[in-house]
C-alpha cells in the first residue's frame, strides 16, 4: 500500500513497562510472585483479551491498570496518567479507566438509576438534570431503561451487570476494563452481555478483557494475550495464538479448553 507516511503512528494509550507484583505468605502459605516484569501496551481502539491458566495473574494484571492492585515494581501510564505514581488522582483514574467486575459491585441501597447518577454527580460533578439524562440514555443504551427504579437485589445478574456497564460508561471513560464480566452470570445471559460487549468494541471502545469466552477472544479481540506464571508468555491477532500458539504451554491449554 502507498502513501503510508500520511498514517499516523499507532497511539498507545495504555502501556506496563516492567510490572512485577508479589503478595506476601499468609500464614503456612508461601508468598505468590502474581506478576513478574510484565510489559503490554495497547493501542487506541484496540480490543485486548486476557486468557490463561487460573491463577496465571490475569486478573491481578487488570486490577493493576486502575490502582486497584499496587504494583511491586515497574511503570503504568494510561491515557495521559501515570497510574503508578502515588500522587496520582485515583477517583478520577477509576472514572477515566471503567471496570466492570464479575460481581457487578453496585451500590446496594441505591437503585438502578441512582447507581449510574451518584458517580457522574460527585466524580464528575454533574448536574442533577445532567447527570439523570446521561443515566437514562445509557440505560436504554444497555437494554434496562424500563428497570430504573429497580434495586439491584431486584435484578437479574444480567440485568445487574447492564447497570455496572452503564455506570462505567456515564464517566466517559477512555479505557474499559472488564474482569470476567460473565463469569457469574447463568448461561442465557451470557450472550446478551457479550454483544454488549461487542457493541462498545465497534463504538471503537479501548477495551482489555479478562474472559474465558473464548468465542469472544476469537471474534472481537484485535489482539489475544496468553498469561502463565505471571508472565505473558504469547501477545498476537486472535487467529496466530489460537491455530498456532507459539509455546507449549499455551498450546496445551488452548488444547484442554476445545
Ligand atoms: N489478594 C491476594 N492475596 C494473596 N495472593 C493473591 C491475591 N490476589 C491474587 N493472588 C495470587 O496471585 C496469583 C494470580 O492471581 P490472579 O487472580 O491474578 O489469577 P487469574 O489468572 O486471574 O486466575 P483466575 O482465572 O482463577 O481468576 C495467584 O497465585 C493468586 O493466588
Redesign the pocket.
Known amino acids: 500500500m502507498t502513501g503510508a507516511s500520511t498514517i499516523a503512528p499507532d497511539e498507545a494509550i495504555i502501556d506496563v513497562v516492567g510490572v512485577r507484583k508479589t503478595?506476601p505468605s499468609?500464614g503456612s502459605r508461601g508468598g505468590?510472585v502474581?506478576l513478574d516484569d510484565v510489559h503490554m501496551s495497547v493501542r487506541r481502539g484496540e480490543v485486548v483479551v486476557i486468557i490463561?491458566?487460573?491463577?496465571?495473574?490475569?486478573?491481578?494484571?487488570l486490577r493493576t491498570l486502575n490502582a486497584l492492585v499496587a504494583v511491586d515494581r515497574g511503570v503504568i501510564r494510561i491515557a495521559g496518567r501515570e497510574v503508578t505514581d502515588p500522587k496520582t488522582d485515583l477517583p478520577k483514574l477509576r472514572a477515566d479507566v471503567g471496570m466492570v467486575f464479575q460481581h457487578f459491585n453496585l451500590f446496594q441501597h441505591k437503585t438502578a438509576l441512582e447507581n449510574v447518577v451518584l458517580p457522574q454527580r460527585v466524580v464528575r460533578r454533574r448536574s442533577a438534570s445532567e447527570a439523570r439524562d446521561r443515566a437514562l440514555a445509557l440505560l436504554d443504551r444497555v437494554g434496562v431503561l424500563d428497570r430504573q427504579d429497580h434495586y439491584p437485589g431486584q435484578l437479574s445478574g444480567g440485568q445487574q451487570q447492564r447497570v455496572a456497564i452503564a455506570r462505567s460508561l456515564a464517566m466517559d471513560p477512555s479505557v474499559m476494563l472488564f474482569d470476567?464480566a460473565t463469569s457469574a452470570l447463568d448461561p442465557e445471559m451470557i450472550g446478551g452481555i457479550l454483544d454488549l460487549m461487542r457493541g462498545l468494541a465497534e463504538d471503537g471502545m479501548t477495551m482489555v478483557a479478562?474472559t474465558h469466552e473464548m468465542g469472544f477472544a476469537r471474534d472481537v479481540a484485535d489482539r489475544v494475550i496468553f498469561?502463565d506464571g505471571?508472565a505473558v508468555v504469547e501477545s498476537g491477532a486472535p487467529e496466530a495464538v489460537f491455530a498456532n500458539p507459539q509455546s507449549e504451554r499455551a498450546r496445551r491449554f488452548l488444547s484442554q479448553i476445545h
Open positions: 503478595f499468609i505468590c502474581a490463561g491458566p487460573s491463577g496465571s495473574g490475569k486478573s491481578t494484571l470476567e479478562v498469561m505471571g
